[in-house]
């Protein structure tokens, strides 16, 4: 009898840290390491002839940013800035908790997208961003069968809340085909975006993980 209590009590403490265990791992993906009342910007290198040595805002530096890629977002106190990126200066004027996307067009030009917030565990957030010159793109399900976001603008972004699901979607123009994704896995409370962007005259499909850098 002692040998089965003391096998049911181990067990319960088992299961005690295996819960525990999970909670700090969800609430660290949930934390907000960053100061209360933060403003957030990335950068997005829509050129795909070179890197971006370095875009500088509000004394912080983000750094050798690979053509067709997205830096993570680092955090500022909300207020009014310079973005100097790629020997231009942007006007960037941020609001508490609130995230950006700095695009860095082929031209040299810097386009500024405000993105949406996200703080729902249960689902997943899918923002297509249309980085091409033409409107009205679509994502789709990679066969065309079923509309994820409809008709986006040219330099424009719009979001979805999504089920975890592992997927290929399709960047679609008048229900004509014009660039897949590799399949990938939407997690649960995580954000995820799709950049469509032009790439010798064809688009492009780039998919990132949003994240945060705090140590900037």
Same mark, same amino acid.
């Given at each position: ?13 088992? @299961?005690?840290?295996?819960? *525990? ?23 997005? *290198? ?19 940013? +690979?053509?067709?890629?997205?830096? #993570?977002?680092?955090? @500022? ?5 310079? @973005? +100097? ?5 942007? #006007?960037?004027?941020?609001?508490? *908790? &609130? ?34 010159? &033409? ?10 069968? /079923?509309?994820?976001?409809?008709? /986006?603008?040219?330099? *424009?972004?719009?979001?979805? +809340? ?13 229900? &004509?085909?014009?660039?897949?994704? #590799?399949?990938?896995? @939407? ?21 990132? &993980? ?5 140590? /900037?």
């Amino acid at each position: 009898m002692k040998m089965l209590m003391h096998s049911a009590l181990l067990v319960l403490i088992s @299961l005690v840290v295996a819960v *525990n265990t999970a909670q700090a791992g969800e609430d660290a993906l949930y934390a907000a390491e960053a100061p209360d009342g933060a403003a957030f910007i990335r950068v997005v *290198n829509a050129d795909a002839s070179g890197s971006l040595a370095q875009a500088a805002i509000g004394g912080k530096l983000i750094t050798e940013v +690979e053509p067709l890629a997205a830096s #993570p977002y680092i955090y @500022l106190p909300a207020g009014t800035y310079q @973005l +100097e990126v790629a020997g231009h200066s942007t #006007p960037v004027r941020m609001g508490k *908790n &609130e995230f950006y996307t700095a695009v860095v067009l082929d031209s040299g030009e810097t386009k500024v997208l405000k993105d949406v917030t996200f703080d729902n565990p249960r689902k997943a957030l899918l923002s297509f961003y249309n980085l091409t010159s &033409e409107g009205g793109v679509s994502l789709r399900t990679a066969d065309g069968k /079923v509309a994820v976001i409809e008709s /986006v603008d040219s330099l *424009n972004v719009d979001n979805r +809340e999504i089920n975890a699901v592992k997927i290929m979607l399709g960047a679609f123009q008048s229900g &004509e085909p014009l660039a897949k994704t #590799p399949q990938i896995s @939407l997690q649960r409370g995580k954000v995820f975006s799709v950049f469509a962007i032009d790439v010798g005259g064809s688009p492009r499909l780039v998919v990132a &993980e949003n994240r945060v850098d705090t140590s /900037v």
